[in-house]
């Protein structure tokens, strides 16, 4: 473990912005993404993570319509985000991706997009998590070509996560702020712009021997265990997944009904979250593609012929939950959420992930339903 | 330091007039199901950890769980065309011919709660035959503007004129509350129909742009857009049974995001709205990347405004302009 100096990193940086793409967290208007650096622009535009985290960034989730139950928000509940509006996923999984055209002589592939070495700058654990969530989908039985080139060609400079904010339950899903699975390089903040740094992986080793600086002492270990101490006591938030004989008996509770009634059927859970993988493959004339699709959307399991077997909303929200806490664990042993709390934060009803995983527990089972369940409620 | 005081005052009035509200509210809750009027009320309620959530609310004990204070932003009127919230219309009649299911839950009157600019979106839904008002109780609020968390009023509400926050009693059955005072504000003494001039001024700002800067505002803002139809499905005048996104056969527009995608599935979406919406503004409020797609739709309004001399949300016996004709409608164009 070594001691960097922001300029330090900052001059690596910018000679790698020649042969690499880079990409990191970036503010546009008042919220933060993560994005592909223009080398024009050079680091202009990167947020640097500080020591001092409230800095100001603007969380539309908890801005004019979340919070404000006069008694109930805690006031104390930091109105800044730190964490991105987007995950990662996307340059790894596009939004939309090319796959053949369809020409009088024949089907041309798409190259697979023959990547620069990538840098990841200022990627959180749960980002990086979620990665290694998404390598078991493209990774697996099927590889993915574009994505295990993407994978390949990428160094993480990951970032430990000094102030989760009160969405975040990472550490309920075996995560944690200060979680180094998957980096290659471990980066912490600390105050005179100074980082920490770590190597986790051999790359993470090369790049921190280039990166110099002095060696971090006991005292710098005693700092470090100090933030991440205070960074899990900020998460107050914990998810508690059903066995899976519950999760069973509770499928056909009317439990769905209630809970998913204000849903709105949007994309927003999953197109932000950096676990949700599932796509639709589409025709733009002669050119097939790849794009996001979602479960909530009432498309999504539309037949040719018109047929839906997910009609209302409640059957494609409670897929949205059994596939994550459900059929991804079967077939995956592990959950397919990291708890960035993006669903829940940026929610246009705030629909709250965590209480309704929480509560299907003690929810009806089926046959048990309520009087107020029967007709319209299960649509 | 004497302006913070002053809000203060206010900010504490507002709550003191939201707290007395929300108690008549619950009251005239209780007794729309108590006695039965009403199966089912879509209101505000708060979630465990202080959020405002929509509620529905269908027993008389869950009435005390209304909220209403100032930010109580969501446009609840969505709720009325959504079949997995008031049942499908169809399905409704069907059962009803068959003389079953009037005790089902969608058989008898729904409340809503709503805003002075939600009864707006009612008054457009009740327009265009998407609601049967006569299945409805409307409950209106006058409303002293919401607000973010930091305390700041909305931008949609600090141009809300008077007849607005104060809603119209002959648009809504059941009024909660007495009128509120609000001092200021852009459109203070005037009325809904006769503020046209009370700010485009963000639509002029763009339309003052060269057409190529207005390119690539734009196209800077759609570059962004993920498709998640958030902006649409929380729309309260978004109500096709299907939209003309999500046809498979043909496909109008690609579903995969970019930029040229995008961009055609905003503007038609402001071409669907425009004569229409009413700018409750929760198409911006919703879209979790920031674009400001009020700007879109007011640019429209604008036009119809100018054009037709007409604004929707008004009368509910008054077609938008867009989906109606007249006689002496000008014609010039056609030679």
Redesign the interface.
Known sequence: MRLVERKTLSELLNNRLGDSQIIAPVE????L?FRQLDPAEGLAEVVWPAADLRNGHST?G?????????????AADP?TVELT??SLKEYFFP??QELYEQTPEGIIPRPVPPEKQRLLVFARPCEIRGLAILDRVFLGEAEDESYKRARQSTTVVGLHCLQPD?HCFCTSLGGGPFDTEGMDLALTPLEDERFLAQAISDKGEALLASLGGKEAGKAEQGILEELRKAAEATIRRSIQVPDSQTMAERFDSPYW?EV???C?????C???CPTCHCF?I???GYLR?R????CS???FT?M?AGEDPRK???SRYRQRIYHKFSYFKENFDIYSCVGCGRCTR?C?????IV?IVNGIGKAAAAGQAAD?A????R? | MKQSALNKAEANAREVTSERQKAALQKTVTDLLAKKAVYLVIGYGCSARGDVVPLFVRRVEEAKQLEWNQHCTYNLVRYLTDPDVVGDPEARSKDAGKGSGTAKPGAGKVAVVVKGCDLKSLVVLQSENQVQRERLAVIALPCSGVTDQTGRLLAKCESCPPDVYNPREELCDLMVGEPVQRSGGRNAGKTDSDNRDSGYGDVEEIDALSPAERRALWDGYFARCLRCYACRNVCPLCYCKECVFDQHDPRWVSPAAAVASNRSFHLIRAYHLAGRCVDCGECERACPVGIPLRRINRKAAMVVEESFHFRAGLDPEAKSPLVDFANEDPQEFIE
Do not use: F, M
């Open positions: 546009i208007e008042g919220r993404y539309p908890s801005g004019p319509e979340g919070g404000g139950c006069t008694k109930a928000a805690p109105l509006v987007n939004r939309r009160r009904g998913s009634r204000a709105i059927t949007c994309g927003i999953s197109y932000l639709d589409v025709d733009e593609l794009c996001w699709d979602t959307s009432d498309t539309r040719a209302q909303k409640h940026y246009p009803v705030k629909i709250d209480e107020r029967s007709g319209g409620d649509g």
